[in-house]
């Protein structure tokens, strides 16, 4: 069996990336607090998965990615459409909403805090904050890219309102909605963490903090490598569904 | 007579508030059966006459008057745009019955009419196609088909073919003449080619620019039915020279 170039500079460069690790740990005798090497990192990844510690934080993480995603998604989705529609109500909101977006989040967030608590709220919250926008802004795009003709052809058939957004808008709307939701995905990556770091004792940001303020190099570079494999992993499943529904592309 | 367009005006008022007259008075008859082109530069008016036609533009003045009822449903006119907006996540066979399905027909029934009108255009190897896997020509045939797959009373076309190359749009025209001389419509055509419009049609309204309206209307006397050896009679020539000269 050959395997294809591609495959195979998937696997060597990966390899030489870890092997070069290693040997700058070994040859300047670097201290593990400071630079653990691969094998302590690969050693911590093995407990953390084989022992099972890492389940709880993990659901807890995915569990923050799942609500924030869906709730800042369908928000996103609802206030796009609208003032898609009623470009009246975008002008009278347009300035406040810029505002809202371009504020950093993380600034926000202790804010969220103060308001929802310490609990699971005040999480979900941030990565909905983080979710919104991006899928707002595909929305308004993407209803709003419709081609005049396409319009005109509605009006000649003359398509109900109804069957104008379902059978034609909505359609012609998704592959701008999929660039928001794409963005608004690895925002809620960011957001869950984020909001694990800043209170609560579960969650991948947590273990990461925690690891980091005990000196745990090994476990904190083994959750650099978990949470970046998650966010590849969040990312996938949505250019999955997107290939899925726009094939026709 | 299908349609009498009596008197009517169009006036835009554009961004600084000023009033721009994209067709001055306009009098008009369409004839049941007939081919009639509108030929002109641009900012004649032509397009807007043609949306006025299809109920997308209001008149500012004047009124357009249907032989029997008005169109009630989209059913009665059918459009052919410049591009071919096809719905591009649907299948050629699902784009030419989309209108039906938009209507409330059967699906079944609607298959049925959509196959017959790909077969007519030439398209029945491409049904399950979808339109990126479609050349310009071919994609603009299936806009073709979906514009008369309701049997629409008016054929309205909006300079189809100008997006083609000239190869293409030569055979354009013939189909063109074979699907018409298969269904009889009615059609309104919008061309700048004087070729287009001498070869197609029965009748030609040359336009002027400033303010947008009909100069003169020509029959064209040409032989029926037409094809390339009308081309070379010295009277396709002659209308040539005087729909150039009208147009300067």
């Not at chain 1, 030489?16 to 990192?41: D, E, K, N, R, S």
């Not at chain 2, 008149?59 to 410049?82: D, H, L, M």
Request: aromatic share 8%.
């Amino acid at each position: 069996m050959s395997l294809h170039p591609r495959a195979i500079m998937m696997l060597v460069t990966p390899a030489v990336l870890i092997g070069l690790w290693w040997l700058y740990t070994v040859a300047f005798a670097i201290p593990p607090y400071l630079l653990p090497p691969p094998q302590a990192v690969a050693t911590e990844l093995w407990r953390l998965f084989a022992g099972g510690s890492i389940w709880p934080h993990l659901g807890h993480t995915l569990g923050i990615i799942a609500a924030g995603f869906v709730l800042g998604s369908a928000g996103g989705l609802a206030l796009g459409f609208v003032l898609a529609k009623l470009p009246a109500v975008e002008r009278l909101v347009a300035p406040y909403l810029l505002f809202l977006q371009t504020a950093p989040k993380i600034a926000l967030a202790p804010l969220f805090i103060l308001w929802f608590g310490l609990g699971l709220t005040s999480k979900i919250v941030l990565t909905v904050s983080l979710v919104f926008f991006p899928v707002m802004v595909g929305t308004i795009l993407g209803l709003r890219s419709l081609p005049p003709m396409m319009s005109e052809l509605c009006s000649i058939l003359r398509l109900t309102p109804a069957q104008r957004f379902f059978r034609v808008e909505l359609p012609s709307a998704v592959p701008e909605i999929f660039s928001g939701l794409k963005v608004g995905a690895v925002q809620a990556t960011i957001g869950a963490i984020l909001s694990e770091w800043l209170s609560g004792g579960t969650g991948l940001g947590y273990l990461m903090v925690f690891a980091g303020t005990t000196y745990k190099a090994p476990l904190l570079f083994a959750m650099v490598v978990v949470t970046a494999l998650l966010g590849i992993a969040v990312y996938q499943v949505l250019v999955l569904s997107e290939k899925w529904l726009l094939s026709w592309r | 007579m299908l349609i009498e367009v009596q008197g009517v005006t169009k006036t835009f008022v554009s961004r600084g508030g000023e009033q721009v007259v994209a067709l001055a008075e306009t009098t008009l008859d369409v004839q049941q059966g007939e081919f009639l082109t509108l030929i002109g530069p641009s900012g004649c008016g032509k397009s807007t006459l043609l949306r006025m036609l299809a109920g997308l533009v209001e008149p500012t003045s004047g009124r357009i008057v249907w032989q029997g009822t008005a169109p009630a449903r989209g059913s009665e006119v059918g459009f052919v745009f410049q591009e071919p907006v096809l719905l591009p996540w649907l299948s050629v066979l699902d784009n030419v019955r989309f209108p039906l399905d938009t209507f409330g027909v059967d699906r079944r029934a609607g298959d049925e009419a959509a196959r017959q009108t790909l077969e007519l255009v030439g398209l029945k190897d491409f049904a399950r196609a979808l339109p990126k896997e479609l050349s310009g020509g071919m994609k603009q045939r299936a806009a073709i088909a979906r514009a008369l797959v309701y049997k629409p009373r008016l054929v309205l076309m909006d300079e189809p073919f100008s997006a083609l190359d000239l190869l293409t749009r030569d055979r354009m025209n013939d189909e063109l003449l074979a699907i018409r001389a298969e269904v009889g419509a009615t059609i309104v055509f919008v061309t700048h080619s004087v070729e287009e419009a001498a070869y197609l049609s029965d009748r030609v309204a040359v336009m002027s620019a400033r303010p947008g309206q009909i100069r003169t209307i020509h029959t064209i006397d040409l032989p029926a039915p037409r094809g390339e050896a009308v081309k070379d009679l010295p009277a396709f020539h002659a209308w040539l020279s005087q729909l150039r000269r009208d147009l300067r």
